[in-house]
């Protein structure tokens, strides 16, 4: 397997060579760069699979949630695996039970599940953006020095912050405050939305292709939100529908209505472009316990990648 989990220092680079690796290995994987950060980093997007229906999953948008975008990659990993090796299989025709002494449900449940890994790659084509923010997860891990433009760093280090806690890019801007929705409000003068070459490459990606459902992985609580205040009631009926399978799924909550936005914050969030501009399924995923502390520790990679390993199996199910 490309990933390992048990590279405790994974920098924004290994992440890079990680993603080309992917595309290397496995046909199912190619990969495109949709856009460069503000510190001329590349924001990768990984293609997995074949189908003509589109569903995006996106990562890292704030800095310091540093676990999901190699889960994430993993899961690509995962998924490419169980296609590729169907294919094999199917070729040299040895899916038969070869040997009836052994336990039958043990060998056929491995090969149902590839089958409709299988069938699932045929029907969809997974984007999938896991480090949309490199430069904030650079400065998470190892502060301004992490900054190449001296000017970004200067201004940075002037900010003198918990680095450990950094959730903006790297012009100080929280990208998911930054795209232009109903709840988006300017938080100082000067502030205009989709501002960042972050944001703008996302919505790109958002009108590029016809996309039936968006995921985005942030961290912490381990709870899903799907109300969105600014849609019908059939919209959030929809929402709710997805967001309960996907509870399921994962063992998270549900965050309700009450829950859009914390008092006193502006909304502008990815999901709430995405719902507004496309009326189709936009949800944000919390990985990670809620009183983890930053840095996380990357122990929770492995414990994140098996609760949330099953979502994209789960939402090729609901014939999105
Ligand atoms: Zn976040």
Same mark, same amino acid.
């Given at each position: 397997?490309?990933? *390992?989990f048990?590279?405790?220092?994974?920098?924004?680079?290994?992440?890079? /060579?990680? &993603?080309?690796?992917?595309?290397?290995?496995? @046909? !199912?994987?190619?990969y &495109?760069t949709?856009?460069?950060s503000?510190? @001329?980093?590349?924001? $990768?997007?990984?293609? +997995?699979?074949?189908?003509?229906?589109?569903? #995006?999953?996106?990562?890292? &948008?704030h800095?310091?949630?540093?676990?999901?975008?190699?889960?994430l990659?993993?899961?690509a990993?995962? %998924?490419a695996?169980?296609?590729?090796?169907?294919?094999?299989?199917?070729?040299?025709? =040895?899916?038969?039970?070869t040997?009836?002494?052994v336990?039958?449900?043990?060998?056929?449940?491995?090969?149902?599940?590839?089958?409709?890994?299988?069938? +699932?790659?045929?029907?969809?084509?997974?984007?999938?953006?896991? #480090?949309? =923010?490199?430069?904030? %997860?650079?400065?998470?891990?190892?502060?301004?020095? $992490?900054?190449?433009?001296?000017?970004?760093q200067?201004?940075?280090k002037?900010?003198?912050p =918990?680095?450990?806690?950094?959730?903006?890019? /790297?012009?100080?801007?929280?990208?998911?405050?930054?795209?232009?929705?109903? +709840?988006?409000?300017p938080?100082?003068q000067?502030?205009? $939305?989709? !501002?960042? =070459?972050?944001?703008? $490459?996302?919505?790109? &990606?958002?009108?590029?292709y016809?996309?039936?459902?968006?995921l985005?992985?942030?961290s912490?609580?381990? /709870?899903?939100?799907?109300?969105?205040?600014?849609? !019908?009631?059939?919209?959030n009926?929809?929402?709710?529908?997805?967001?309960?399978? #996907?509870?399921?799924?994962?063992?998270?909550?549900?965050? *309700?209505?009450?829950?859009?936005? *914390?008092?006193?914050d !502006?909304?502008?969030?990815?999901?709430h472009?995405?719902?507004?501009?496309?009326?189709?399924?936009?949800?944000?995923?919390?990985?990670?316990?809620?009183?983890?502390?930053?840095?996380?520790?990357y122990? %929770?990679?492995?414990?994140?990648?098996e609760?949330?390993?099953?979502?994209?199996?789960e +939402?090729?199910?609901?014939?999105?």
């Amino acid at each position: 397997m490309v990933i *390992d989990f048990d590279r405790e220092n994974y920098t924004y680079e290994d992440f890079i /060579s990680d &993603v080309e690796a992917l595309s290397k290995k496995y @046909n !199912s994987i190619k990969y &495109v760069t949709i856009g460069k950060s503000h510190d @001329n980093r590349d924001i $990768a997007m990984l293609r +997995l699979g074949m189908g003509k229906r589109y569903i #995006l999953f996106c990562g890292g &948008v704030h800095g310091r949630e540093t676990i999901n975008p190699i889960v994430l990659l993993k899961i690509a990993e995962y %998924y490419a695996y169980q296609y590729e090796d169907y294919i094999k299989h199917k070729k040299i025709g =040895n899916q038969r039970i070869t040997d009836i002494t052994v336990n039958i449900k043990k060998q056929y449940e491995p090969m149902i599940f590839k089958r409709c890994v299988y069938e +699932l790659l045929q029907t969809y084509t997974i984007l999938m953006i896991p #480090l949309l =923010n490199p430069d904030g %997860y650079m400065i998470s891990l190892y502060g301004h020095y $992490a900054v190449n433009n001296s000017t970004l760093q200067n201004k940075i280090k002037k900010m003198n912050p =918990n680095y450990a806690e950094w959730k903006y890019n /790297s012009r100080g801007i929280d990208i998911n405050r930054n795209f232009p929705s109903r +709840l988006w409000k300017p938080k100082k003068q000067g502030d205009y $939305a989709a !501002s960042e =070459n972050e944001t703008k $490459a996302l919505i790109q &990606v958002f009108h590029h292709y016809r996309i039936r459902c968006f995921l985005d992985f942030h961290s912490r609580g381990k /709870s899903i939100y799907y109300y969105r205040s600014s849609m !019908s009631e059939g919209y959030n009926r929809k929402q709710l529908y997805i967001a309960k399978h #996907l509870k399921n799924i994962t063992g998270y909550e549900l965050n *309700d209505y009450n829950n859009e936005i *914390d008092d006193g914050d !502006s909304g502008g969030n990815t999901v709430h472009y995405f719902s507004e501009h496309f009326n189709k399924p936009a949800l944000t995923i919390e990985t990670v316990d809620e009183d983890a502390d930053f840095p996380l520790d990357y122990k %929770y990679r492995a414990k994140t990648y098996e609760e949330i390993k099953l979502v994209l199996f789960e +939402l090729g199910g609901l014939s999105l």
